[in-house]
């Protein structure tokens, strides 16, 4: 029977997103491409499928041989022996060698294999060759990937009879970003759209999720939080993850991983039976080529019998005179290897050290791949985590894509009634990503396993004076010096204000998403200085294959070190240590599709046109309520926003948990408040697992869906009033809730008004009320505990119109020149007055100045009963507050902390009274501003 055809695209084409008129609904499979094995399965709608192919095999061969015109793939090709394969015409291999340089070891080690790796050492792509008529016929890892990938492409269609596009696909955690890329290179080559990159142990956590959930379904169970080891090592790579599993939520704690598999064990076995064979086999002449295939194969077969024998007899004739025979121990396999065997164990103790998990915690050990049916690799995994017996639910072979075939399925919105695919994977980043600074260190920003998203910033500044400009280069990996690790691009900045070394602050934020996609963000500020320097920036990426270090280089050949950076002292990075998205700064995405392959040894690509800059809004957002009965739909709201003001307005507050709302906020970048209503509070109080199944509805559902969440708000000012009494066991129960999800990013807190406060003036003795005294206290003692912020609704409108005798109408609309005193600080607004009476009444409860507020309400009306509601005055103070909120972000009081700041509101809502409280909009229905603020 034939096999179905198929086009590779060409590795120096530009392969976009394709549009599909396809009637079928969309499938994403899951599809793990091993070193020397590749597997795809699908979830078929009650459990996951392995595919099959025509000779009913689930594990097919990754390789591909090129004696025909068309190259075959080990997906759809039986070769009459193993000894063809290894023959010159097939290459195998490929994802130990994607993405890397000629100087790079892993690179040099595979000279030994039976076709031709070529190496300049010079620190670009190696020359990689197939046999073919007794000429080299030429090739990529990428070409190769994409070879086979089509072919389990065309499996799919067959099976599923219907277009497969979307794809999860295995990686090892040691991967490079460069080397992600070039994954993504091949997927795209073979038609197929990246929805996931999975670190294989990762997919096997996901799976035993899904196992531990079944169980405690069956068994009507708890679910208490497993912890487990999971240690993949297969031909290529040796993979390491500790995992927390509850409720379907696989949390990844750390992952370690390297460039250790079954090949090295192999080549370390083929050097000691022919101590000379590289020397031997250097030339790859056929009669080389042939002799190399067949000491390969003998020891191949010999490792795998010594798994279930303690010796075995290895006799082959390797022709040209070259013969071996010799009887070997498994005592001697393992002493040959002894170095590979202790760098896994190191790996194992790395991961847990890193996770903050003690052997003792621990529940399971998992163990995957095709080395985990090696006696020393399995008795090493037990002796390390001081286990009697492994976890034995898993197929070994099976488990990576098993698990990338449910995160596929997860993915694409599969709807599983039984509740099967109710599971999230919680990732974390599996190297560190930082900059050079400090001469020629590396210095992380987001350290190695982060929980992701993650956002995080450091502040660094000049070596010499009237430094004008500076360069920003970004790398990633683990190494002390920027050379053990990977560049991934630089920033040039130039506009820096003459003044003497050490005073300009550069903030330099990274920010890193659930699908990993980086942005750098760089700001400079000078202090005394309220308003930001916006400096002029050059974004360059390397072109040439990660590692060369041929761009450091030619960096330092033409700047040398004038434009180096150094990390502040700790003592000012507690008054400076700041979030660029207060700043008015200059966004620039480092997205792995930036890189667009090889284009010569010393060039830099200016990818300017790719990457987006813009000044950013800092940490202003918007109220969205909707007790109106003329505003437009949820969906139109949300469109409008992202697609006009997402620079602008990157924060939103709605009020319950609408579901209309949660759908159209579904996979944007609004980062959304969300309030638990007032109703529901007594509810979420009454017991844990009622704020379980709230937080199951309301926020694991819309998690999975791209909602992004930052704050859980408990009611709004419902202090004082019945439910009082009822916030702090909400907040606590659902505190639980989002954290046995795993979602350690989502704070829960509740919204005040300024009646809780007692004494507000002078700020300094700011205090609670007594009628609520008690209960804020017991909050604000919880929220410091769980370290949440209190949210709070300042109105210096309102306090202007209860007091026009004694509040300035200046210092409540932020317009006056004069401050007023309080102590050695000075406030010259009303609206921080306000904030730190809050501050100081918090401080008196928890006796700790570290206390942390979100102002989730403030703004003006534009109407109503009394004179101060007009336009005029709406705009001003608004204006004035934001331009406050970006460049400032800080109070006298609270020099150290940036404010988050919700204006109120999006729109006038007609049906609130009184008059006032009608007409605080910013908007109209028809999406007009009503005065210049957002734009």
Known sequence: MAEPAYTVASDTETTGEEKTSSPFPEIAIGIDIGTSQCSIAFWNGSEVELIKNTRNQKVMHSYVTFKDEVPAGGVSTQLSHEHEMLSGAAIFNMKRLIGRVDTDPVVHASKSLPFLVQTLDIGVRPFIAALVNNAWRSTTPEEVLAIFLVELRAMAETQLK????????????????????????????????????????????????????????????????????????????????????????SQIKALSGSAIGGEDLLQNMMRHLMPNSESLFSSHGMNEIKSMALLRVATQDAIHKLSSETSVQIDVDLGNGLKVSKNVTREEFEEVNQQEFEKCGSLITQCLHDAKVEIEDLTDVILVGGCSYIPKVRNLVKSTCKKVELYEGINPLEAAVSGAALEGAVTSGINDPFGNLDLLTIQVTPLGIGIRANGNNFVPIIPRNTTMPARKDLVFTTVRDNQSEALIIVYEGEGEKVEENHLLGYF???????????????????????????????????????????????????????????????????????????????????????????????????????????????????????????????????????????????????????????????LIRIYDANIEILE????????????????????????????????????????????????????????????AACVEPAIMNLHNSVRKAGYDFI?????????????????????????????????????????????????????????????????????????????????????????????????????????????????????????????????????????????????????????????????????????????????????????????
């Open 492 to 650: 040039k900045i130039t506009g820096i204000p003459p003044s003497p070394k050490g005073v300009p602050e550069i903030n330099v934020c990274m920010d890193i998403d659930a699908s990993s996609v980086l942005r750098v963000l760089v700001g400079v500020i000078m202090p005394g200085n309220p308003h930001p320097v916006i400096p002029v920036m050059e974004v360059r990426l390397p072109t040439v294959d990660d590692g060369h270090g041929w761009c450091a280089e030619a960096l330092n050949s033409a700047y040398g070190s004038t434009l180096d950076l150094e990390t502040v002292q700790p003592k000012k990075i507690k008054i400076y240590f700041v979030s660029l998205h207060h700043k008015e700064i200059i966004e620039a995405v480092l997205m792995r599709s930036l890189y667009t392959g090889f284009m010569g040894a010393h060039s830099l690509l200016d990818v300017s046109e790719n990457i987006v800059v813009n000044s950013y809004g800092g940490d202003v957002g918007i109220n969205y309520g909707r007790e109106g009965d003329n505003l437009p739909s949820p969906k139109q709201v949300v469109d409008f926003l992202t697609k006009n003001f997402s620079n602008k307005i990157g």
């Open 162 to 249: 219907r277009p497969i596009r979307n794809v999860v696909l295995t990686i090892p955690v040691s991967f490079s970003r460069f080397q992600l890329t070039r994954i993504e290179r091949a997927c795209a080559m073979a038609g197929l759209h990246v929805l996931r990159l999975m670190p294989e142990p990762t997919a096997v956590a996901l799976l035993y999720a899904q196992q531990q959930q079944q169980s405690v379904h069956e068994n009507l169970g708890s679910g208490s939080e497993k912890i487990a080891v999971i240690f993949n090592m297969g031909a290529g790579y040796c993979d390491i993850a500790v995992s927390a599993t509850a409720g379907g939520v």
């Open 747 to 935: 704070f829960v807190s509740t919204a005040v008004a300024a009646n809780v406060l007692g004494t507000s003036y002078p700020p300094s003795q700011g205090q609670f009320a007594p009628n609520v005294a008690d209960v804020m206290s017991s909050i604000t003692h919880s929220l410091y505990s769980i370290g949440s912020p209190l949210l709070i609704n300042v109105y210096p409108y309102y306090a202007l119109v209860e007091d026009p005798v004694h509040i300035p109408f200046e210092y409540a609309l932020f317009t006056s020149r004069t401050p007023i005193r309080d102590g050695h600080l000075e406030y010259y607004n009303l609206f921080d007055a306000m904030v730190d009476a809050f501050v100081a009444a918090m401080v008196r409860v928890v006796q700790r100045e570290d206390v942390k507020l979100v102002v989730s309400e403030t703004g003006w009306p534009t109407d109503g009963r009394i004179g101060y509601a007009i336009t005029d005055y709406a705009r001003t103070y608004n204006n004035k507050l934001r331009e406050h909120a970006i460049v400032s972000g800080r109070t006298p009081r609270k020099a150290d902390i940036n404010l988050e700041v919700y204006i109120f509101a999006m729109f006038n809502e007609d049906l609130k009274t009184p008059e006032e409280e009608k007409n605080f909009g910013t908007f109209y229905p028809n999406f007009t501003e009503k005065y210049p603020l957002w734009r």
């Open 664 to 723: 159209a906020l579904s996979g944007t970048n609004l980062v959304v408040t969300i309030g638990v209503p007032n109703e529901a509070i007594n509810y979420v109080a009454s017991s844990q697992d009622a704020a379980d199944k709230w937080v199951q509805d309301h926020i694991i559902t819309y998690v999975r869906k791209g909602v992004r969440f930052r704050y859980l708000c408990v009611g709004n000012e419902v202090i004082p009033g019945i439910l």
